[in-house]
């Protein structure tokens, strides 16, 4: 709105009043209005996709961490001591999501760089993946759950949409989902790992179609060699089709 309007809007504003509480027209203050700008507009514009998905036109993953770590959205933040957006390649062959950081990660600032984490970069590095050149590694939830617990589902929803907002702007070729706390958040699902692993999935978001895999969270890994079978064969299965998507 320019200028201009906004003072004939004032002027009618006060002319109006005058006539109801007074009769008489009086002296009105004058106004320092300004044009919008339209650039200030444009970086908070939001457009709607065909398929109803809430996207940030001029999104960035630099602008996403930033609004991730002033988020004052959910109890985690009053006992974290950093926030862990994500880290990895742009628009990568493989976004790996887990469900939220540890201690390491917590102290650090960055996902999966515990014991968990680097199981997960042996994981991936069995079917010519790594974080360094062709993945991004992400979580459900970007604070640390105190004493590591499962997010609560207040807590998911207050983060849903930064994840949202990664996975529309990275565009993957496909994701990966560790555990049942990301399996649940992102399928909206009550099943458990167990009975849907090495299976894939449609994840649609602003018009595009991810194949998506669950698996076991390497943390369950270290607690039972039994996992290792599994997530073996669920991997060999993602890297057939990522081969056969490059045909």
């Given amino acids: 709105m320019t200028i201009e309007d906004k003072q004939k809007i004032a002027d009618f504003i006060g002319i109006t009043s005058d006539f109801f509480f007074s009769g008489y027209i009086s002296n009105h203050e004058e106004y320092n209005f300004t044009d919008d700008s339209e650039d200030a507009l444009d970086t ?16 960035s993953l630099e602008k996403i961490a930033g609004e991730i770590k002033a988020c004052m959205n959910c109890p985690l933040a009053a006992t974290r001591k ?16 887990g469900e939220g950081p540890g201690a390491d990660e917590d102290t650090q600032g960055r996902p999966f760089v515990g014991r968990a984490g680097q199981l997960l970069d042996k994981i991936l590095a069995s079917i010519q993946l ?4 062709n993945c991004f590694i992400a979580n459900v939830v ?11 589902p207040e807590e998911r929803k207050a983060c849903a949409h930064f994840l949202r907002r990664q996975i529309a702007f990275l565009k993957p070729k496909f994701i990966l989902l560790t555990g049942n706390v990301a399996a649940q958040s992102l399928l909206q699902i009550k099943e458990q ?23 076991y969270h390497p943390s369950a890994l270290l607690y039972s060699d039994e996992y290792k079978r599994p997530v073996w064969e ?14």
């Fill in 44 to 59: 908070q514009h939001e457009s709607v996709s065909q398929n109803g998905e809430i996207t940030e036109e001029n999104d």
């Fill in 82 to 97: 950093n926030t862990v957006p994500g880290e990895g390649v742009l628009h990568p062959l493989v976004l790996v999501i």
């Fill in 130 to 133: 790594s974080r360094k050149s």
């Fill in 142 to 152: 970007k604070c640390r759950p105190p004493n590591n617990r499962d997010p609560h």
């Fill in 193 to 215: 790992v167990g009975k849907i692993h090495g299976r894939f999935f449609d994840f649609n978001i602003d018009n595009l179609t991810i194949p998506l895999m669950v698996t």
């Fill in 234 to 247: 669920d991997l060999k299965l993602l890297r057939a089709r990522i081969e056969n998507n490059e045909q």
